[in-house]
């Protein structure tokens, strides 16, 4: 089984300044499948990204995705209040899929 | 407009039984997997299993293989989740999503769409 760990676990920012989220596996993914979500409190998760770097439907371009093997980056420009979120990532790479342990993100 | 709605919360004793569902609407149910994904309080998001109700294939994660019964009813475009003897320890948010991506059986897939969770709390 995939182990994901994502960094930092509370990442307190200000409006306006970009957030860097780490996902790393615990081996290399072999075709970039990884995905990113975002889950506010009380909310479901929603889809941000997908192979690594593709932006879902309706997602701002400010959310993108980066990376390979086992290092992956969510980032995160222009921080806006309604970011304040918990932001998973998970692979797809092989069963069982599994999700990492998540970051928070606060807006100061 | 795909969307996923899942049943009521749910309020059990140890040793109860339950079935929790999620009915879709938007898109041909039958011709897409759909996955159940637990989130117990305070932590963070597991994978339980995935069925394609065209043919009821079923794959369950190692964790809850044994545990859990995922099921489809293609008729009614809903996918259900049964416990048959509830632990405190199954409290928890259950939510169903619809998974997207290159090769479903190689477990090669994403998210895309999920339904608003259905929050199971078992207590005596």
């Known amino acids: 089984e995939i182990v994901l760990t994502q960094s930092p676990g509370t990442l307190s920012l200000s409006p306006g300044e970009r957030a860097t989220l780490s996902c790393r596996p615990s081996?290399?993914?072999?075709?970039?499948?990884l995905a990113w979500y975002q889950q506010k409190p009380g909310q479901a998760p929603r889809l941000l990204i997908y192979?690594?770097?593709r932006r879902a439907t309706g997602i701002p371009d400010r959310f993108s995705g980066s990376g390979s093997g086992t290092d992956f980056t969510l980032t995160i420009r222009r921080l806006e209040p309604e970011d304040s979120a918990v932001y998973y990532c998970?692979?797809?790479?092989?069963?069982?899929?599994?999700f990492g342990g998540g970051t928070k993100v606060e807006i100061k | 407009e795909v969307r996923l709605v899942q049943s009521r919360a749910e309020v059990k004793k140890p040793g109860e039984s339950l079935m929790i569902s999620c009915e879709t609407s938007?898109?041909?149910?039958?011709?897409?997997?759909i996955a159940w994904v637990r989130q117990m309080p305070g932590k963070g998001l597991e994978w339980m299993g995935v069925?394609?109700?065209?043919?009821?294939?079923?794959r369950y994660s190692p964790s809850f293989q044994g545990q859990v019964t995922i099921s489809a009813d293609r008729f009614g475009n809903t996918a259900y989740l049964e416990w048959s003897s509830l632990k405190t320890s199954d409290s928890a948010m259950y939510y169903c999503?619809?998974?997207?991506?290159?090769?479903?059986?190689?477990?090669?897939?994403?998210?895309?769409?999920w339904g608003q969770g259905t929050l199971v709390t078992v207590s005596s």
């Open positions: 192979d690594a770097s």
């Open positions: 081996q290399s993914l072999s075709s970039n499948y």
């Open positions: 998970q692979h797809y790479d092989n069963s069982p899929l599994t």
């Open positions: 999503a619809r998974p997207m991506g290159s090769d479903m059986l190689a477990g090669h897939y994403y998210f895309d769409s």
């Open positions: 938007g898109y041909s149910f039958s011709s897409y997997w």
């Open positions: 069925i394609y109700p065209g043919d009821s294939d079923t």
